[in-house]
């Protein structure tokens, strides 16, 4: 999944016809004191970050006069996730009656697309729904034939929304509906969607005031306008330099093999895979007693480069002690090939896996001659006679038993 | 029979001319699985081991005799994927094993209506295959070109939602003199059509099946919705389920490992509370794939 900025999204919103409020994107305090100089009224200042929840963060300030630019300053001066503030999008205050909650999402477990509204939003909204589950409907969309406004209609009437306001707001859902449809999105959410009533009575103006957007990855290559605003939701930290170096291998071969990386603290270096392989190598090395220096995935029969390349990677882990190379029996991976990129790589590097512990646990095609290569370099093999289990316990104790060794 | 595959199912693969179906199409007709018809757009008249291929499944399922064919495999490139899907179903097919990975969610929740409203059952997509060792059924990947060395016939059904661990399962089984009744692979993603509560209940009903065994993994609500299954009794067989990726939990929101579906999204999929609900609802579960192993054996022997 990835994220739109607010200000990417409003955009595609502003584009579908949807109000939202006169906005600037600024790189400095500077520039968001002049823009609010334009405005009759204060301004809501927003940190442009890929993040849920910014207004609990302090990510999202209301100023106005002399203080847009202090605030401003203070805002460009933090960082998110490690990574600096760099740009700001400045808005104009709305004058609100009332804060709505609209959203559109995936429901994976009805298999659908399920649209959410209450006429109680605004930044408490998980709260209120998990709290109060009647204060928010819910609409299953059809998404083989469409949505007709009724579906909305009859959402907001059910909640109590009557008057000029309904079909107002109906308009803002059918036309959100079109742009979560057309951009493949995962999620929309306009909250506050903010009901504004005119003065003289005529009909009441609703404006997106705060918009939250992801879309999915992998249709993105079949929106190419959307592909460079998508920002992916790691919503943990910046990839480490060693991240960064094992997605230059993913994206060397790009077409064989899938390798994935993320750095750990412990000292079990594990080079495993597939998808599920590699949960069941780290829940059984963690089961006994290891830490895991990294999680990683390799499988869809990779080559022998890209199984070195990847090897030197995890193996360059600060503090690693030891390394455990393990498939679940493979469909289509080939043993040799990854025996040959493992020893390649423990060459590349000085290492003897006589003195550091390397346990492999590889079953499947070509695993005869895998079996050779491993032995053939003092690595600890473990064929179809074992299990995934004992391939963790044996690293596992044989690490333990170098650190043993290594303090007397 | 479970999952209304008969003894001899007539199969048709969508995608047939792509490298990886090409393969899987002559690893099933070495294990005793006949392939009788593929599909490519624009490639009619080509031969894929010996199998004839065809511009649309209509005319894959006219030239090959008329009858509508049981299955359809379908490799094709993940935008293509509705477009086949509803192509089969239109074709009168009841069964559909998607091995297609990466498929945009939009597309996957369309191609679930489709085959909804059409009656039709889909194993996947992102499945590595079923296989039945005791009829020589293999659809797919599952098992590589060697099936035999993870599976042989036995009256454990296994259901996982990563490929490679239904082929680990069925070698573990092999290791203590157990076999397979049926084995599937019902897909990683997060969208999946039949789902383990589904495919639990298929082999409860089938009488070459003892014990059940399920693989899970964290995100999702599926392990849930067995529960809930074997609660209610629509299970009729004693259930082993080992949920995988208990670590994540230490992890933040969102981080995905593994698949696709393997991710904990405001803290539902939580692996803990996975277990929690199976254990309630009676099922054995393990600490580990060794000890689902064992709880299978010690049922198999009660």
Known sequence: MSRLLEHDAKLLLAEAGIPVPRGQVVTSAAAAGSFARLLPGGVVIKALVPANRRAKSGLVVFAAGAAVEVEAARLLSRTFEDAPIERLLVEEQVAIESELFFSIALDKARKSVVALASLVGGIEIEQTSAESPQLVGTSELDSLRGVQPHSFRQLWSALGLSGPALPAITDVCVRATRVFFESEATILELNPLALVTAADGSAPRVVAVGAVMAVDDNALARHPELAPLALPDRGWRPPTPLERRAMDVAAFEPYRGTARFIELDGDIALLVGGGGGSLVFFDAVQKAGGRPACYTEIGGNPSAEKVRQLTGVVLSCAGVRGLLVGHNITNNTQVDLIAAGVVQALEDLGMDARSFPVVAREVGTHDEAGRAIFEEASVEYLGEESTMDDAARLIVSRVAAAGTAAAT | ?302
């Open chain 2, 1 to 302: 029979m479970s999952l209304g595959i008969p003894d001899s199912p007539r199969v048709v693969v969508q995608g047939i001319t792509g490298r990886e179906a090409g393969m899987v199409v002559a690893q099933m007709h070495a294990y005793g699985t006949r392939v009788a018809a593929g599909v490519t757009p624009g490639k009619e008249g080509a031969q894929v081991d010996a199998v004839p291929v065809f511009d649309t499944v209509a005319a894959a399922r006219a030239d090959t005799g008329g009858a509508p064919f049981d299955i359809s495999i379908v490799y094709v490139p993940p935008f293509a994927a509705v477009d086949a899907v509803s192509e089969a179903v239109e074709a009168g097919i009841g069964l559909l094993l998607v091995v297609t990975e990466n498929i945009p969610l939009h597309d996957a929740i369309r191609l679930h209506a489709i085959a909804r409203e059409a009656h039709a059952s889909v194993i996947g997509p992102n499945s590595v295959g079923l296989i039945v060792p005791s009829r020589r059924i293999k659809l797919g990947a599952i098992g590589g070109d060697r099936p035999d060395r993870a599976f042989v016939p036995g009256r454990v059904g296994v259901i996982s939602r990563s490929g490679g661990l239904t082929a680990e399962v069925g070698l573990q089984l092999r290791r203590r003199g157990l076999g397979v009744s049926t084995a599937v692979s019902i897909g990683g993603d997060a969208l999946i059509g039949l789902e383990p509560a589904d495919v639990a209940r298929a082999l409860g009903d089938d009488d070459e099946t003892d014990v059940i065994v399920y693989v899970g993994e964290p995100g999702t609500s599926m392990e849930e919705r067995l529960a809930d299954a074997i609660t209610s009794g629509e299970i009729t067989k004693p259930v082993v389920a080992l949920i995988l990726g208990e670590f994540m939990e230490d992890f933040p929101q969102g981080t995905v490992f593994g698949h696709a579906g393997a991710v904990i999204e405001r803290s539902q999929g939580s692996p803990r509370e996975k277990k929690r609900r199976l254990e309630r609802a009676g099922a054995m579960v393990a600490e580990s794939l060794d000890e689902a192993i064992s709880h299978v054996e010690s049922e198999v022997s009660r």
